[in-house]
């Protein structure tokens, strides 16, 4: 089992910034993807961004250019910066992890580990 902790989510005023951070074993360091989904009342839950084994990342088109998926490997650490934010950027989000990704190339198993969300709301 891989327990992850959120931390970062708060209210802020649209065009602000918010850093989430998703703590992690240290057995996790390699060979796992990453990535951040979201959830706002009423609508099915988002895949934001996600970063495979080798650290290559990929976004959902609304956050392009506005977050950035990161890892401290030292720290065991994920993040996600989420810079010049719009109130439909308001949700529930979590963060998750696939893995052992050995084996999957470039590509990432099913993300079966979840932390337990962390709320960002954006008003404007």
């Known amino acids: 089992q891989v327990q992850l902790v959120e931390s970062g989510g708060g209210s802020v005023q649209a065009g602000g910034s918010l850093r989430l951070s998703c703590s992690a074993p240290e057995y996790t360091k390699r060979d796992y993807c990453w990535g951040w989904f979201r959830q706002a009342p009423g609508k099915e839950r988002e895949e934001v961004a996600r970063?495979?084994?080798?650290?290559?990342?990929n976004y959902t088109d609304s956050v392009k250019g506005r977050f950035a998926i990161s890892k401290d490997n030292a720290k065991n650490t994920l993040y996600l910066r989420m810079n010049s934010l719009k109130p439909e950027d308001t949700a529930m989000y979590y963060c998750?992890?696939?893995?052992?990704?050995?084996?999957w190339g470039w590509g990432c198993p099913d993300f079966a580990y979840w932390g337990q969300g962390t709320q960002v709301t954006v008003f404007s």
């Open positions: 970063m495979n084994r080798y650290g290559s990342s």
């Open positions: 998750a992890a696939a893995g052992p990704a050995a084996g």
